[in-house]
């Protein structure tokens, strides 16, 4: 595997879940046991405030609902990938994920395309999910 010099996710006890699951190329979240809302990782359920929660793996299809283009070199890795996109994911179970979309060029993107998920090893511990033009 080729050195990677992006900055990194930093794993907490609370994402480790959804970071052991991208390795496995699986996109999963939690469920709170008490009222099925489906969220990012958070130890509380932003609904009813339970605590009772579960990991499910979810369908990793969404849409497109916004991004923005890069155009400035915030970090010396990123320079030779400007200009580039950063999306904004929604997923068909609800939560919005921060993300790229790759697999199609910048001119490409729409507000409501139709993405799902693509899994990048970056490291032996870390795997990004990104999303893709839908087949
Ligand atoms: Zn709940």
Known sequence: MVEY?????????????????????????????????????????QKCLSM???????????????????????HPAFGDELPY???????EEGPRLITNIVGCTNEDLRIGMEVEVVFEDVTEEITLPKFKPAS
């Open 5 to 45: 010099s992006k900055p990194l996710p930093e794993i907490t006890a609370d994402d480790k879940p959804f970071w052991d699951a991208c390795k496995r190329h699986e996109l999963s979240l939690q469920r709170c046991q008490d009222c099925g809302h489906i969220r990012l990782p958070s130890p509380i359920c």
């Open 85 to 91: 996109n950063v999306a904004i994911v929604e997923l």
């Open 52 to 74: 009772n929660s579960e990991w499910v793996r979810v369908s990793g299809r969404g849409e497109l609902y916004t991004w923005t283009m890069i155009y400035q070199r915030y």
